[in-house]
C-alpha cells in the first residue's frame, strides 16, 4: 500500500482477528497501540474472553487457581467488537470474507489468523467419551478434570508423557493420587528434549512415584456398563485398571475451516513469511493475510531458515505483536519475528525452562550442575554451533546462553564455566527421536524449508 | 484484577512472593505458583510486587485504577 493508502487503513480499515486467545488478544492490543482506529473485530470459538491456559495443568489442578478465572490481564483498551463462542468456518480470500458457524460473514480489510491448536483426541470415538476420559487444552477441561482429582480417584492413567502429561502427572502424585504414565516412546520429553534429558526426567517421575511405562501404546480404555472408565489397556497385553485417564497425546493445528480457501494451511499450520504474512498454497506471498501464534510456522534467520511452528506461550505474545505491527505498515518500516524460542515446564519440583530449538541438537553438553543433583544447564550443539540450552532449577543462566546461541557461539563448549563437572568435558549424543517417527508431539517441531512441505505429517498409532 | 507472569522471564528471586503471600508462592526451589485472578483487598500488595520484581516479568490489570484496564469490569471482580 502506498502511504496515503496505509493512513487511511490506520483510520478507517477494517481487520478480523480469528482466535480470541493470547495471541489474538495480544495482536489487538498492539494494533490499537500503534494507531490503529478502524474497526476491530475478534472471533473466538469459545464463549470466553482471553484467557491464560499455562495455569491449566499447573496451579489449577494443585486447587491454587480457579479453572474459571484466568483471564488474561488487558494492557489496553481495543474497543473491539466480539464475536465469541461461535468458530470460523471459512474464508474468501478474494471477496475478504470470513464465514461463521452461526451463518454470519465479517469482512475485512485485513485478516490476522490466531486459531491456535486443540488437543489430540483419542482416536476411538466410543472410548473417548467414556466418562471419566479427559483432554486438557480448555478451561473447560481443566475444570472437569480438577472436580474429578477431588473426588479422589482410585488411579489417574495418563496417555503421553509430554510437558502437558508430566504436568498432569506431577498434579495427582502431590495430591497422593496413584498415577500411571504411558510413553510410546523411551522416555518423558524426548519430542522437546531428547532422551538424555527425557531420562532424567523418567528418573524425577519414579522418585515422585509414578508408575511410568515406556516403549508402549494403549490399545484400548475399558468402560463399565455404566458408560465410566474403569481400565486401560496397553500394547504389552497389560491392563490398568483406572477411573481416570488423560488422554495427552499433542495438538492438532487449527486449520480445517481455511481447506479450500487458498492458503498454504494444512496439518503443519499455516505457512508465513517472517514479517508473518501467510502463503498461498501456490508459495506466494498474501499480502492481507496475516499469522500468529500456535497455528503459525515461519522461517527463522538463527536456525538455517527452517520454518519453525513453535507452541510456546512466549512466541504466541511476540509474533501476535510484530504480526500487527506489520499490518499496518508499508515495507520498509516491518519487522522480522526473530524471537528467541523458549519455555517452561514445571513438575515433580522441578523448573524446567528452555531457550533456542534443542530438537536440532544432535549433541548434548551438560555445561553446568549435575543431572544427578537435578540442577543443571544443557547446551545443544548442532554441526559445531550452539542451537539451545536447557535448565533444571537453575534458569538465572539461560540468558547467557540464549546470547551464545543468537552470536552462533562454537559448539561443543570449551570455556570454562561455573560448576562444570569433570564427567562433563564431552558432549554426548543428545537423542531424539527420528523425526519421521511418530511421537507424543514435539513443542517444537522442525518442518523443512518449503511452505509447501507436508510429508512429516503425525500418523495415529494403529491398533 | 488480572495477572499473568511471563515465567520465561521470571527468575524465581521471590519478592512478589515476599510481597504478596497470598497472591505468589514458590514451589520448589524456583517455579512459581500464583492466582491470576486475587480478591480484590490483594490491590495494594499485589501492586507492590508488580513494582519490584527485578525483571518486570507481572502483567496485572485493575491495580493502579486507572489506564485501560478492563478489570474492574470483569464478571469475576471482587
Given at each position: 500500500m502506498a502511504t496515503e493508502h496505509m493512513d487511511?487503513?490506520?483510520?478507517?480499515?477494517?481487520?478480523?482477528?480469528?482466535?480470541?486467545?493470547l495471541a489474538g488478544l495480544r495482536a489487538a492490543e498492539t494494533l490499537r497501540a500503534e494507531g490503529f482506529t478502524g474497526e476491530l473485530t475478534l472471533i473466538g470459538d469459545e464463549p470466553y474472553e482471553p484467557y491464560d491456559r499455562p495455569p491449566l495443568s499447573k496451579s489449577v489442578l494443585l486447587g491454587r487457581a480457579d479453572p474459571h478465572r484466568t483471564e488474561l490481564p488487558r494492557r489496553r483498551e481495543i474497543d473491539a467488537k466480539w464475536r465469541l463462542g461461535v468458530a470460523a468456518t471459512g474464508l474468501d480470500l478474494t471477496a475478504g470474507r470470513v464465514r461463521l458457524a452461526d451463518g454470519d460473514e465479517v469482512?475485512?480489510?485485513?485478516?490476522?489468523?490466531?486459531?491456535?491448536?486443540?488437543?489430540?483426541?483419542?482416536?476411538?470415538?466410543?472410548?473417548?467419551?467414556?466418562?471419566g476420559v479427559f483432554l486438557l487444552r480448555t478451561r473447560d477441561d481443566a475444570a472437569g478434570l480438577y472436580q474429578r482429582l477431588r473426588a479422589g480417584p482410585r488411579r489417574v492413567f495418563v496417555i503421553g508423557a509430554g510437558f502437558a502429561?508430566?504436568?498432569?502427572?506431577?498434579?495427582?502424585?502431590?495430591?497422593?493420587?496413584?498415577?500411571?504414565?504411558?510413553?510410546?516412546?523411551?522416555?518423558?520429553?524426548?519430542?522437546?528434549?531428547?532422551?538424555?534429558?527425557?531420562?532424567?526426567?523418567?528418573?524425577?517421575?519414579?522418585?515422585?512415584?509414578?508408575?511410568?511405562?515406556?516403549r508402549v501404546t494403549v490399545t484400548a480404555l475399558e468402560g463399565d456398563g455404566a458408560g465410566r472408565v474403569r481400565a486401560v489397556h496397553l500394547s504389552d497385553e497389560s491392563v490398568v485398571e483406572a477411573d481416570v485417564v488423560v488422554v495427552?497425546?499433542?495438538?492438532?493445528?487449527?486449520?480445517?475451516?481455511?481447506?479450500?480457501?487458498?492458503?498454504?494451511?494444512?496439518?503443519?499450520?499455516?505457512?508465513?513469511?517472517?514479517?508473518?504474512?501467510?502463503?498461498?498454497?501456490?508459495?506466494?506471498?498474501?499480502?492481507?493475510?496475516?499469522?500468529?501464534?500456535?497455528?503459525?510456522?515461519?522461517?527463522?534467520?538463527?536456525?538455517?531458515?527452517?520454518?519453525?511452528?513453535?507452541?510456546?506461550?512466549g512466541n504466541a505474545v511476540a509474533q501476535a505483536e510484530t504480526a500487527a505491527h506489520n499490518m499496518i505498515c508499508d515495507g520498509a518500516d516491518r519487522r522480522p519475528h526473530l524471537w528467541m524460542p523458549a519455555f517452561w515446564s514445571s513438575q515433580f519440583g522441578v523448573n524446567i525452562k528452555s531457550v533456542g530449538v534443542p530438537p536440532m541438537g544432535e549433541e548434548l553438553m551438560i555445561t553446568q550442575g549435575s543431572t544427578a543433583e537435578r540442577r543443571f544447564v544443557g547446551v545443544y550443539g548442532h554441526k559445531g554451533r550452539v542451537v539451545a540450552a536447557v535448565s533444571f532449577d537453575d534458569t538465572r543462566w539461560l540468558e547467557f546462553y540464549r546470547r551464545a546461541i543468537e552470536r552462533g557461539e562454537p559448539f561443543p563448549v570449551?570455556?570454562?564455566?561455573?560448576?562444570?563437572?569433570?564427567?562433563?568435558?564431552?558432549?554426548?549424543?543428545?537423542?531424539?527421536?527420528?523425526?519421521?517417527?511418530?511421537?507424543?508431539?514435539?513443542?517444537?517441531?522442525?518442518?523443512?524449508?518449503?511452505?509447501?512441505?507436508?510429508?512429516?505429517?503425525?500418523?495415529?498409532?494403529?491398533? | 484484577m488480572r495477572l499473568v507472569v511471563d515465567l520465561n522471564k521470571c527468575q524465581g528471586y521471590a519478592q512478589c512472593a515476599f510481597l504478596a503471600p497470598d497472591v505468589?508462592?514458590?514451589?520448589?526451589?524456583?517455579?512459581?505458583?500464583?492466582?491470576?485472578?486475587?480478591?480484590?483487598?490483594?490491590?495494594?500488595?499485589?501492586?507492590?510486587?508488580?513494582?519490584?520484581?527485578?525483571?518486570?516479568?507481572?502483567?496485572?490489570?485493575g491495580v493502579d485504577g486507572h489506564g485501560a484496564s478492563r478489570g474492574q469490569e470483569a464478571p469475576h471482580g471482587h
Amino acid at each position: 500500500m502506498a502511504t496515503e493508502h496505509m493512513d487511511r487503513f490506520r483510520r478507517e480499515g477494517r481487520i478480523a482477528i480469528v482466535g480470541a486467545s493470547l495471541a489474538g488478544l495480544r495482536a489487538a492490543e498492539t494494533l490499537r497501540a500503534e494507531g490503529f482506529t478502524g474497526e476491530l473485530t475478534l472471533i473466538g470459538d469459545e464463549p470466553y474472553e482471553p484467557y491464560d491456559r499455562p495455569p491449566l495443568s499447573k496451579s489449577v489442578l494443585l486447587g491454587r487457581a480457579d479453572p474459571h478465572r484466568t483471564e488474561l490481564p488487558r494492557r489496553r483498551e481495543i474497543d473491539a467488537k466480539w464475536r465469541l463462542g461461535v468458530a470460523a468456518t471459512g474464508l474468501d480470500l478474494t471477496a475478504g470474507r470470513v464465514r461463521l458457524a452461526d451463518g454470519d460473514e465479517v469482512e475485512y480489510d485485513r485478516l490476522l489468523i490466531a486459531t491456535g491448536v486443540r488437543a489430540r483426541p483419542w482416536p476411538k470415538e466410543p472410548e473417548a467419551r467414556l466418562d471419566g476420559v479427559f483432554l486438557l487444552r480448555t478451561r473447560d477441561d481443566a475444570a472437569g478434570l480438577y472436580q474429578r482429582l477431588r473426588a479422589g480417584p482410585r488411579r489417574v492413567f495418563v496417555i503421553g508423557a509430554g510437558f502437558a502429561g508430566c504436568e498432569v502427572a506431577s498434579a495427582c502424585r502431590e495430591q497422593g493420587i496413584p498415577v500411571t504414565v504411558a510413553e510410546r516412546a523411551g522416555a518423558p520429553l524426548v519430542g522437546a528434549l531428547g532422551g538424555v534429558i527425557g531420562g532424567v526426567a523418567a528418573d524425577l517421575m519414579r522418585e515422585h512415584g509414578v508408575d511410568l511405562r515406556t516403549r508402549v501404546t494403549v490399545t484400548a480404555l475399558e468402560g463399565d456398563g455404566a458408560g465410566r472408565v474403569r481400565a486401560v489397556h496397553l500394547s504389552d497385553e497389560s491392563v490398568v485398571e483406572a477411573d481416570v485417564v488423560v488422554v495427552s497425546l499433542g495438538s492438532v493445528r487449527n486449520t480445517e475451516w481455511l481447506d479450500g480457501s487458498g492458503l498454504g494451511a494444512g496439518p503443519r499450520g499455516i505457512a508465513c513469511d517472517a514479517g508473518c504474512r501467510a502463503f498461498d498454497f501456490r508459495g506466494i506471498i498474501t499480502d492481507d493475510v496475516f499469522v500468529a501464534g500456535d497455528v503459525a510456522r515461519s522461517p527463522h534467520a538463527l536456525f538455517g531458515y527452517q520454518f519453525l511452528s513453535l507452541e510456546h506461550w512466549g512466541n504466541a505474545v511476540a509474533q501476535a505483536e510484530t504480526a500487527a505491527h506489520n499490518m499496518i505498515c508499508d515495507g520498509a518500516d516491518r519487522r522480522p519475528h526473530l524471537w528467541m524460542p523458549a519455555f517452561w515446564s514445571s513438575q515433580f519440583g522441578v523448573n524446567i525452562k528452555s531457550v533456542g530449538v534443542p530438537p536440532m541438537g544432535e549433541e548434548l553438553m551438560i555445561t553446568q550442575g549435575s543431572t544427578a543433583e537435578r540442577r543443571f544447564v544443557g547446551v545443544y550443539g548442532h554441526k559445531g554451533r550452539v542451537v539451545a540450552a536447557v535448565s533444571f532449577d537453575d534458569t538465572r543462566w539461560l540468558e547467557f546462553y540464549r546470547r551464545a546461541i543468537e552470536r552462533g557461539e562454537p559448539f561443543p563448549v570449551e570455556y570454562p564455566t561455573l560448576d562444570r563437572r569433570p564427567e562433563n568435558r564431552r558432549p554426548v549424543p543428545a537423542d531424539f527421536p527420528d523425526p519421521s517417527l511418530p511421537t507424543h508431539g514435539p513443542m517444537v517441531t522442525l518442518s523443512g524449508y518449503s511452505p509447501a512441505d507436508t510429508q512429516l505429517v503425525f500418523h495415529p498409532a494403529r491398533h | 484484577m488480572r495477572l499473568v507472569v511471563d515465567l520465561n522471564k521470571c527468575q524465581g528471586y521471590a519478592q512478589c512472593a515476599f510481597l504478596a503471600p497470598d497472591v505468589f508462592a514458590m514451589h520448589g526451589e524456583e517455579s512459581l505458583v500464583y492466582d491470576p485472578q486475587p480478591d480484590h483487598e490483594q490491590r495494594e500488595r499485589l501492586a507492590r510486587a508488580v513494582a519490584a520484581c527485578p525483571v518486570q516479568a507481572i502483567t496485572a490489570d485493575g491495580v493502579d485504577g486507572h489506564g485501560a484496564s478492563r478489570g474492574q469490569e470483569a464478571p469475576h471482580g471482587h
